[in-house]
Nanobody, 123 residues
Framework: QVQFVESGGGLVQPGGSLRLSCAAS????????IGWFRQAPGKEREEVSC????????KSADSVKGRFTISRDNAKNTVYLQMNSLKPEDTAIYYC????????????????WGQGTQVTVSS
């Protein structure tokens, strides 16, 4: 059974940090480009960061550049999102997803999605 499991979300104060993990089971992440998305209440889903199949290239939304870092450990079949200097506007459900392309810039559907993890930034 193909499955993504996100973890690491929670409540954090503004300026704090969290590291999200996305563990895959039932398939090998090596063959996929992975994206992190988020959706806040009343807002459209936004692609936050993306990492290529090899891990050699990444892409991030302007809203998180310099604060969020995406990485992957294919040996552990896991992708991470390190989030620093968190702001209240980062509050959302965060999802990871996989697409069968080699690079982030190659358009293609994200076929596999996790169930999401809640991140709340509040004092």
């Amino acid at each position: 059974q193909v499955q993504f499991v996100e973890s690491g979300g929670g409540l954090v104060q503004p300026g704090g940090s969290l590291r999200l993990s996305c563990a895959a089971s039932g398939f090998t992440l090596d063959y996929y480009t992975i994206g992190w998305f988020r959706q806040a209440p009343g807002k459209e889903r936004e692609e936050v960061s993306c990492i290529s199949r090899s891990g050699g290239s990444t892409k991030s939304a302007d809203s998180v550049k310099g604060r969020f870092t995406i990485s992957r450990d294919n040996a552990k079949n896991t992708v991470y999102l390190q989030m620093n200097s968190l702001k209240p506007e980062d509050t959302a459900i965060y999802y990871c997803a996989a697409k069968a392309e080699s690079l982030c810039v190659i358009k293609g559907p994200y076929n596999y999605w996790g169930q999401g993890t809640q991140v709340t930034v509040s004092s």
